[in-house]
Structures are given as C-alpha cells and as structure tokens.
C-alpha cells in the first residue's frame, strides 16, 4: 500500500522509456496523490482477492495427506499474485482498474506464471530480495508494452 504509489511513477518511466524515449520524464505532487488514492483502492480489492483464494489453499496445507502438495501450490499462487500485482501498475497509468491485470493475464497464464515465480524466487535471496520490487515493476511494464499495450 505504501509503495504502489511509487510503483506507479517507476511503471510510467519504465513505459516512457521503452516506448517514447525522446519525451522528458514530469514530476508533480498533485500526480503522486491522485495515484496514491487509486492504489491503495487497488490495493485492497487485491487483497480482498487474494484472501479469498488463499483459504481453500490454507485448509488444504492442515488435511494430512493432501499437505503434501500445498508447499508447490503456494508458489505457484504467490507467482500468480506477484503477476497480477505488479502488471497491476502499468495498467493502472492507463486507467484499468484491478480486475485488468487478472483478465489480461489470464490469456497468457504461462507467462504470468515464469514471471511471478521467477520474482518468488528472487526474493528469497538474502540483500537481492530488496530489488525485487522495482524489478517487479519494471519487468511487468516491460511485459505490458511488449503483450499488452495497444500498438502506436
């Protein structure tokens, strides 16, 4: 919630410099709140929809047996939310809500997947770990301009 403000700003750079590099990068306050309230409204709804997924997810890590599964889907569904939350930030600069991201990825599940597990793993390295987030950021910008955005 604190940094995706900030995320919004890096996923804009990120974006002006793939696709307009001759355009000056602008700073305003008044954009940097006007973002703040559009992340942390995404922010929750995310939240909202991770809880609900996590659930059956954390009955099944209790049920003798079935546990023995729950370590690798845990990874994958924390892949899958890594995507969506930092594909999230670029779609956001564009004006699409939450629900973007998960419709966007799922077409591409296999992508999503590489991405967000790759960033999993990332951030289980000691000190690399604190690069994570802008690598997500720029990453999934870089995986909007090349997948998702509409061709200029």
Same mark, same amino acid.
């Given at each position: 919630?604190?940094?995706?403000?900030?995320?919004?700003?890096?996923?804009?750079?990120?974006?002006?410099?793939?696709?307009?590099?001759?355009?000056?990068l602008s700073f305003s306050w008044k954009d940097l709140?006007?973002?703040?309230?559009?992340?942390?409204?995404?922010?929750?709804?995310?939240?909202?929809?991770? $809880?609900?997924?996590?659930?059956? @997810?954390? %009955? #099944?890590?209790? /049920? !003798?047996?079935? *546990?023995?599964? =729950?370590?690798?889907?845990?990874?994958?569904?924390?892949?899958?939310?890594?995507?969506?939350?930092?594909?999230?930030?670029?779609?956001?600069?564009?004006?699409?809500?939450?629900?973007?991201?998960?419709?966007?990825?799922?077409?591409?599940?296999?992508?999503? $997947?590489?991405?967000?597990?790759? @960033?999993? %793993? #990332?951030?289980? /390295? !000691?000190?690399? *770990?604190?690069? =994570?987030?802008?690598?997500?950021?720029?990453?999934?910008?870089?995986?909007?301009?090349?997948?998702?955005?509409?061709?200029?």
């Open positions: 919630v604190i940094a995706s403000p900030f995320n919004g700003l890096l996923a804009e750079a990120v974006e002006r410099h793939l696709r307009h590099p001759e355009q000056p709140f006007a973002e703040a309230g559009r992340a942390i409204y995404a922010a929750l709804r995310k939240l909202l929809y991770f $809880l609900w997924r996590a659930w059956p @997810l954390l %009955l #099944l890590s209790i /049920v !003798p047996g079935p *546990n023995l599964v =729950a370590p690798l889907l845990w990874i994958v569904f924390g892949g899958w939310m890594l995507a969506i939350e930092y594909l999230d930030c670029p779609l956001g600069n564009h004006g699409q809500v939450f629900p973007a991201a998960v419709d966007k990825l799922r077409g591409e599940r296999a992508m999503a $997947l590489g991405f967000g597990v790759s @960033l999993s %793993l #990332l951030t289980m /390295v !000691p000190l690399i *770990n604190f690069l =994570a987030m802008p690598i997500g950021v720029a990453g999934a910008t870089a995986m909007y301009c090349a997948h998702f955005a509409p061709h200029e």
